[in-house]
């Protein structure tokens, strides 16, 4: 007979350990400083946040009425690569912006967020390296710690305007572990937008090398000053190479829907992509409706939302060129820019203004720029601002930070 064996506890219990990747997955330090930003808010302190990417721009009509009213008896899951009818629409309105994308070269994903981990869950293997210009989007670490790919950096500085570093210096990285190179156009946190030689130039490097472009243009509307956005995907002849990333969360203020999309003329990427999309079933159904109807958006809202950043942008520069030792390049596109501020440590300054500094009760969160370089002690005196306050709520902002900097110094 079968004698039952009974599970007998260890004496002394042992916790179970989380994973070595999970310890590695970067903070993020656009959000770390939430908690200081709680106290501040529960000492009755008002706090401007300029340290968010989240518009105060409402979204456009047309979105929201399409959910509405909907009269759904089963919120199914979609196809795995997005409505169709969503895919054909938005492959038109690429074709109204001059770029050649057909429906089978995109597939909907849960925000630009999870484009980039197809991106990169598609094209590399663990131990794969990826070149990217530096300061970038904070969470690409994270979604390359959570591909286990390593991030190559290369640097951009605040002296060229965070340009196109020299392609020799990227050259100068490439080993036999490169993938891909990728980049943010217009950029986040610089504001940076690429130029067309510089794109090509890009187009040449990972031509000879067989690697990837991966370009997140999820800014694309937000270009000032007569600035023309020049895709990765109007590069001709390197249709195997470019990957676009796209999303509605900037374009529409459509943050909270979380539908974005890869896109690439790539077939064989794609297939790999749909298997990842496959995995994760769908995107989520009532915000691709909402997307699908953006879509319908009239011109004139792009227009007043571009007018009003632009406005936005020339006031906070403006105001921050008041401040003495402060450095800051204008931004050429997206909504945000990096400030080199008269200090040591941005990460100090921006608790301390949370946690111990008020002028008249109100205060600003800022992000600091050193969370959004991959090498380590750069950027330690570097501010990330996203202009999507109101333009009073800005000049508020940055008088408050002009009296901080002054006590700051003194402390
Ligand atoms: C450069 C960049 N890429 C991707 C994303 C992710 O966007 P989504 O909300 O579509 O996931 C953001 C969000 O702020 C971003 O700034």
Known sequence: MKKNRKFVAPKKLIMPKVSNKGKQMPESPIRKLVPYSEIAKSKGNKVYHLNIGQPDIATPEVAMNSIKNLDIKVLEYSHSAGFESYRRKLSQYYKNHDLRIDVEDIIITTGGSEALLFAMGSTMDFGDEIIIPEPFYANYNGFSTASGVTVVPVISTLESGFALP??????????????????????????????????????ALVKKHDLFLIADEVYREFTYDGDVHYSVMNIPGIEENAIMIDSVSKRYSMCGARIGCIVSKNKELMATAMKFAQARLSPPTFAQIASEAALDTPQSYFDDVIKEYRSRRDILIAELQTIEGVKITKPKGAFYCIAELPIENADDFSQWLLESYDLNKETVMLAPAAGFYSTPGVGLNQVRIAYVLKKEDLVRSVAILKEALKVYKTK
């Not at 080993?175 to 794109?199: Q, R, W």
Request: aromatic letters at 8%.
């Open 166 to 203: 020299p392609i020799a210096d990227f050259e100068k990285l490439i080993t036999s572990k490169t993938k891909a190179i990728l980049i943010c156009n217009p950029g986040n946190p610089t504001g940076y937008l690429y130029s067309k030689d510089e794109m090509l130039q890009l187009a």
